[in-house]
Protein backbone atom coordinates (compact mmCIF):
# COMPACT_ATOMS: atom_id res chain seq x y z
CA UNK A 1 0.00 0.00 0.00
CA UNK A 2 1.16 3.53 -0.86
CA UNK A 3 1.84 5.51 2.53
CA UNK A 4 2.35 9.51 2.44
CA UNK A 5 3.18 11.85 5.47
CA UNK A 6 0.74 14.40 5.67
CA UNK A 7 2.39 17.22 7.03
CA UNK A 8 0.64 19.86 9.53
CA UNK A 9 -0.66 22.20 7.00
CA UNK A 10 -3.23 19.45 5.22
CA UNK A 11 -4.20 18.17 9.02
CA UNK A 12 -4.98 21.41 10.13
CA UNK A 13 -8.16 22.75 7.89
CA UNK A 14 -10.97 20.25 9.46
CA UNK A 15 -12.45 19.53 5.75
CA UNK A 16 -9.61 18.80 4.00
CA UNK A 17 -8.34 16.38 7.14
CA UNK A 18 -11.79 14.95 7.18
CA UNK A 19 -11.21 14.01 3.86
CA UNK A 20 -7.77 12.96 3.73
CA UNK A 21 -8.24 10.27 6.74
CA UNK A 22 -11.24 9.06 4.79
CA UNK A 23 -9.58 7.59 2.20
CA UNK A 24 -6.62 6.24 4.63
CA UNK A 25 -9.55 4.59 6.28
CA UNK A 26 -11.38 3.01 2.90
CA UNK A 27 -7.63 1.60 2.48
CA UNK A 28 -6.75 4.12 -0.53
CA UNK A 29 -3.05 4.90 1.10
CA UNK A 30 -1.74 4.53 4.93
CA UNK A 31 -1.04 8.10 5.92
CA UNK A 32 2.45 8.95 8.62
CA UNK A 33 3.21 11.33 10.85
CA UNK A 34 5.60 11.95 13.32
CA UNK A 35 5.03 13.26 17.04
CA UNK A 36 6.08 17.04 16.04
CA UNK A 37 3.39 16.84 13.80
CA UNK A 38 1.21 16.06 15.69
CA UNK A 39 2.24 18.63 18.55
CA UNK A 40 1.78 21.45 16.20
CA UNK A 41 -1.65 19.90 14.76
CA UNK A 42 -2.55 20.03 18.27
CA UNK A 43 -1.33 23.61 19.31
CA UNK A 44 -2.90 24.89 16.07
CA UNK A 45 -5.82 23.37 16.49
CA UNK A 46 -6.10 24.58 19.59
CA UNK A 47 -5.31 28.31 18.53
CA UNK A 48 -7.92 27.86 15.63
CA UNK A 49 -10.71 27.33 18.61
CA UNK A 50 -9.86 29.97 20.99
CA UNK A 51 -9.62 32.43 17.57
CA UNK A 52 -13.81 30.92 17.11
CA UNK A 53 -14.01 32.17 20.24
CA UNK A 54 -14.01 28.91 22.15
CA UNK A 55 -12.80 29.01 25.77
CA UNK A 56 -9.42 28.07 26.28
CA UNK A 57 -9.81 24.96 28.60
CA UNK A 58 -11.88 23.38 25.67
CA UNK A 59 -10.58 24.79 23.13
CA UNK A 60 -7.15 22.56 24.62
CA UNK A 61 -9.49 19.34 25.77
CA UNK A 62 -11.03 19.73 21.98
CA UNK A 63 -7.65 19.94 20.41
CA UNK A 64 -6.14 17.06 22.62
CA UNK A 65 -9.47 14.68 21.76
CA UNK A 66 -8.47 15.53 18.15
CA UNK A 67 -5.26 13.74 17.94
CA UNK A 68 -6.15 11.11 20.72
CA UNK A 69 -8.61 10.02 17.84
CA UNK A 70 -5.93 10.08 15.27
CA UNK A 71 -3.99 8.47 17.23
CA UNK A 72 -6.12 5.82 17.87
CA UNK A 73 -7.65 5.53 14.21
CA UNK A 74 -4.24 5.07 13.02
CA UNK A 75 -2.34 3.54 15.67
CA UNK A 76 0.79 2.70 13.21
CA UNK A 77 1.15 6.49 11.52
CA UNK A 78 2.82 7.86 14.07
CA UNK A 79 6.52 7.90 12.95
CA UNK A 80 8.94 6.98 16.00
CA UNK A 81 13.05 7.05 15.23
CA UNK A 82 12.96 10.15 12.77
CA UNK A 83 15.06 12.53 15.13
CA UNK A 84 18.00 11.06 13.95
CA UNK A 85 17.81 12.10 10.55
CA UNK A 86 16.75 15.78 10.93
CA UNK A 87 19.32 18.52 10.31
CA UNK A 88 20.35 15.96 7.79
CA UNK A 89 18.68 17.00 4.44
CA UNK A 90 19.58 21.04 4.44
CA UNK A 91 16.46 22.47 3.57
CA UNK A 92 16.22 25.88 3.56
CA UNK A 93 13.66 25.82 6.73
CA UNK A 94 15.82 23.59 9.41
CA UNK A 95 11.85 23.42 11.09
CA UNK A 96 10.75 20.94 8.42
CA UNK A 97 13.68 19.17 8.65
CA UNK A 98 11.90 16.55 10.82
CA UNK A 99 9.28 16.25 7.96
CA UNK A 100 11.60 14.40 5.43
CA UNK A 101 13.29 12.28 8.23
CA UNK A 102 10.04 10.73 9.16
CA UNK A 103 8.80 9.97 5.72
CA UNK A 104 12.14 8.33 5.37
CA UNK A 105 11.43 6.24 8.21
CA UNK A 106 8.01 5.77 7.69
CA UNK A 107 8.93 4.78 4.36
CA UNK A 108 6.55 7.15 2.88
CA UNK A 109 6.51 8.19 -1.52
CA UNK A 110 4.93 11.12 -0.66
CA UNK A 111 4.86 14.01 1.62
CA UNK A 112 1.48 15.81 1.25
CA UNK A 113 1.95 19.55 2.25
CA UNK A 114 0.73 23.03 1.33
CA UNK A 115 4.25 24.24 1.54
CA UNK A 116 6.01 22.44 -1.31
CA UNK A 117 8.49 24.92 -2.46
CA UNK A 118 9.88 24.33 1.36
CA UNK A 119 11.41 21.19 -0.03
CA UNK A 120 13.08 21.46 -3.02
CA UNK A 121 13.25 18.59 -4.95
CA UNK A 122 17.34 18.65 -5.49
CA UNK A 123 17.11 18.02 -1.24
CA UNK A 124 14.82 14.71 -1.39
CA UNK A 125 15.92 11.72 -0.73
CA UNK A 126 15.57 9.26 -4.06
CA UNK A 127 11.62 7.90 -3.73
CA UNK A 128 10.10 10.74 -2.00
CA UNK A 129 7.74 13.09 -3.93
CA UNK A 130 6.23 16.46 -2.79
CA UNK A 131 2.79 16.75 -3.29
CA UNK A 132 0.03 19.53 -2.58
CA UNK A 133 -3.12 18.26 -0.68
CA UNK A 134 -5.24 18.49 -4.50
CA UNK A 135 -2.72 16.54 -6.41
CA UNK A 136 -2.42 13.82 -3.82
CA UNK A 137 -5.95 13.80 -3.42
CA UNK A 138 -6.71 13.68 -7.11
CA UNK A 139 -3.63 11.06 -7.97
CA UNK A 140 -5.81 8.85 -4.99
CA UNK A 141 -9.18 9.15 -6.10
CA UNK A 142 -8.17 8.63 -9.63
CA UNK A 143 -6.74 4.87 -8.78
CA UNK A 144 -10.32 3.67 -7.45
CA UNK A 145 -13.54 6.81 -7.43
CA UNK A 146 -15.95 4.05 -6.26
CA UNK A 147 -13.70 3.65 -3.57
CA UNK A 148 -13.61 7.12 -2.34
CA UNK A 149 -17.29 7.83 -3.04
CA UNK A 150 -17.43 5.69 -0.20
CA UNK A 151 -14.82 8.00 2.21
CA UNK A 152 -17.03 11.34 0.52
CA UNK A 153 -20.67 9.00 2.36
CA UNK A 154 -18.71 8.29 5.28
CA UNK A 155 -17.72 12.39 5.69
CA UNK A 156 -21.10 12.68 5.26
CA UNK A 157 -22.75 10.44 7.49
CA UNK A 158 -20.33 11.55 9.86
CA UNK A 159 -21.57 14.92 9.78
CA UNK A 160 -25.28 14.05 10.61
CA UNK A 161 -26.21 15.35 7.67
CA UNK A 162 -27.89 11.55 6.00
CA UNK A 163 -30.96 11.88 4.20
CA UNK A 164 -30.69 14.86 2.26
CA UNK A 165 -30.02 13.60 -1.47
CA UNK A 166 -27.21 16.11 -2.29
CA UNK A 167 -25.23 16.13 0.88
CA UNK A 168 -22.35 14.00 -0.84
CA UNK A 169 -22.33 17.03 -4.25
CA UNK A 170 -22.16 19.66 -1.57
CA UNK A 171 -19.05 17.96 -0.14
CA UNK A 172 -17.99 17.75 -3.15
CA UNK A 173 -18.38 21.38 -4.02
CA UNK A 174 -16.89 22.44 -0.48
CA UNK A 175 -13.69 20.73 -1.14
CA UNK A 176 -14.16 22.09 -4.99
CA UNK A 177 -13.96 25.88 -3.83
CA UNK A 178 -12.26 25.20 -0.32
CA UNK A 179 -9.62 23.55 -1.93
CA UNK A 180 -9.88 23.28 -5.72
CA UNK A 181 -9.70 19.72 -5.60
CA UNK A 182 -11.74 19.90 -9.05
CA UNK A 183 -10.13 16.73 -10.66
CA UNK A 184 -11.28 14.75 -7.93
CA UNK A 185 -14.41 15.90 -7.74
CA UNK A 186 -14.58 15.45 -11.25
CA UNK A 187 -14.05 11.84 -10.92
CA UNK A 188 -16.64 11.28 -8.24
CA UNK A 189 -19.82 13.05 -9.67
CA UNK A 190 -20.41 10.43 -12.53
CA UNK A 191 -20.66 8.22 -10.02
CA UNK A 192 -23.57 10.32 -7.66
Given at each position: ??????D???????L?????LS???????????????????????????????????????????????????????????????????????????????????????????????????????????????????????????????????A??????????P????????R??????????????????
Amino acid sequence: MFTALLDTCVLWPSLQRDFLLSLAVEGMYRPVWSTAILEELEYEEEQKLVARGEDTTRAAHRARRLVTVMRQAFDDAEIDGWQGLAGTYGLPDPDDEHVIAAAVVGGAGAIVTHNTKDFPPHLLPDGIDVLAPKRFAADTVALNPAQALTAVRAIAARSGRTGRPREIPEILNRLEVLYEMTEAAALLRPLI
